[in-house]
């Protein structure tokens, strides 16, 4: 062991050691200490001088290190450096230096590797804290594609990798096609390339193979010179036609709770700058090493993590697709109840959406604070979607009612007249028998030739009165007041009873002053809102979706309070009803299909919109955005039909 004093050899050794060299500065110092047969006899106060920088060097010292001092020095030096294993008091002697540096020297080694375990158990903790972050993110992120981007970056991310790629298993199940891996993503740091999605065999002939079919972790420190008897090959196509060079590779499976393996995570050259590019490929050579088992217990770690995340996923994605169908067969039921609105809830549904994207995208005005995000779109749209269902509720004959008499009244009514005309007849034929009988004169069989021609035509005009009062129009007055005439007009029905052209309850229903619906009937209609937020509210939705029911039913209040079935004030009313509302009035003005009524020309809907809304009923402020970004062009062609 080679001895060098730091510091004046007189006044720190009590017998001077020829074989002892002189420490020229503090930069020799700080080089000798690394120097693991080297024993520094140092000045206690001269060590002080040099501060933290010196306490730091200590600590990783590979060299013996002996400080020596007056009385008065030991205590601030071993508080500056707590790492020294003691002070001595100069001058010492050659035996004391002796035992001295044997101890420091033991203590040095302890020292060295109780700071490379501290920087071991520090790059755990980092490791783990950072595990937790990319776990919580992982459990986060609802996107398919995001979430294999997010895993292959942090899996890079933690090992300092330059490239890396993800697998996916495929099964091929009761389809009959062989397992596969699929070759899902791609990343590299240091090349640009085209990525394109494919499948390789699911068996050991790939490392992703080998380590989807066995679940073990490979690691590779060159994959250019693969260990004799692997049954995995390295293909060098990629390399050769980018200019690549693969070199270590760390590659784990995937794990989900149920312990399948459901893909691979595979990590290429590990880089000893985090920062560096691997161009040309020569520099690959000189900053890339192996990957050591903290990356493949890392890696491993995070990629249970991200199998669970990527089921959990996987099965969100399912549960969202089976909601859809749900929905999508509900629309259908609804249709099948009433063909004559058939694509109102698809087009409302997707007048409300497109509405609710312009209010979210406003980024000045009354709506910049209205954010919608992805999952409240799609619980708006199945809200519109569904917002109808319940008039499954509803009788059907009310449900399609066309005109103010169902078709079976008016089929009956309409017999009841050719009953009434066949009497009239025979009567006519009767009294003109007995006229001849009685010698009657041409003027008289004239007269009753002539009365009954009028009591025909009386008969016609009735019945046209009753086709015009059946129509859910607005009644003109002359039709109106006609109507109300009917009752008094009777006939002798087949049992010799008279009885009046109308009954009370078919007036009544023809009375009807606008549209084809009785009061009664009307509260039924309404009725099917209540029948819609019951049904909704049975439904197990995920929590994004919760809302669905509250939204559905409030699509008919108005903001003055005069919608049904609660009469809410405009407070009351979540945005999202309001507009639906909009888009519900609107495509039930222009639809081309409504029995019912006539379709009316757009600009003609929105002004009659409009009207809603300067009396205080519909939104003004939803409604302008609906105008002037023009949403209603999303289905006015379509909800116009081929009219």
Known sequence: MRTFVFGDPNALLAEPRAEASLVTGPPQLFRLLRDRDALIVADARALLSLGAPLAEAVLTAEAALVAVGRPEDVSPALAALPSLPAVLVAPISSLALERAGRFARETAGRETAMFALRGQLARRNADLSELNKIGAALSAERDIHRLLKLILEKSREITSADAGSLYLVERGGAQGKPDSLRFALAQNDSIQFAFQESHIPLDQTSIAGYVAVNGTAVNVADAYTLPEGTPYRMPKSFDRKSGYRTKSMLVVPMRDHQGEIIGVIQLINKKIDPAAILKPSSEVARLVVSFDDLDRDLVMSLASQAAVALVNTRLIDDIKALFKSFVDASVSAIESRDPTTSGHSSRVAELTVGLARMVDGSSTGIFAPVLFSRDQIREIEYASLLHDFGKVGVREKVLVKAKK?????????????????????????????????????????????????????????????????????????????ALLELPSMSYLDVDGVLRPYITANELDALSIRRGSLSEQERVEI??????????????????????????????????????????????????????????????????????????????????????????????????????????????????????
């Open 405 to 481: 008499l169902f078709f079976g009244e008016m089929l009956a009514l309409r017999q009841r007249f050719g009953v009434i005309k066949r009497t009239v007849e025979a009567e006519y034929l009767r009294a003109k028998v007995a006229c001849l009988e009685a010698g009657g004169n041409r003027e008289e069989l004239a007269e009753l030739d002539a009365r009954h021609l009028k009591r025909q035509l009386d008969i016609d005009a009735a019945l046209d009165v009753i086709a015009k009062s059946n129509e859910p129009s607005v009644l003109e007055a002359d039709t109106a007041k």
């Open 526 to 643: 309404e009725s099917h809102v209540t029948h819609t937020f019951r049904f909704l509210s049975q439904i197990p939705w995920t929590g994004e979706f919760a809302r669905v029911p509250e939204i559905a039913f409030a699509h008919h209040e108005k903001l003055d309070g005069t919608g049904y079935p609660r009469k809410l004030q405009a407070a009351q009313i979540p945005i999202q009803s309001r507009m639906m509302t909009i888009a519900d009035i609107f495509d039930a003005l222009v639809a081309w299909d409504r029995p019912y009524k006539k379709a009316v020309p757009v600009n003609r809907a929105l002004s009659i919109l409009d009207d809603e809304a300067r009396q205080g009923k519909l939104d003004t402020d939803l409604l302008q955005v609906f105008i002037e970004a023009k949403v209603f062009e999303l289905t006015a062609r379509r909800a116009a039909g081929n009219r």
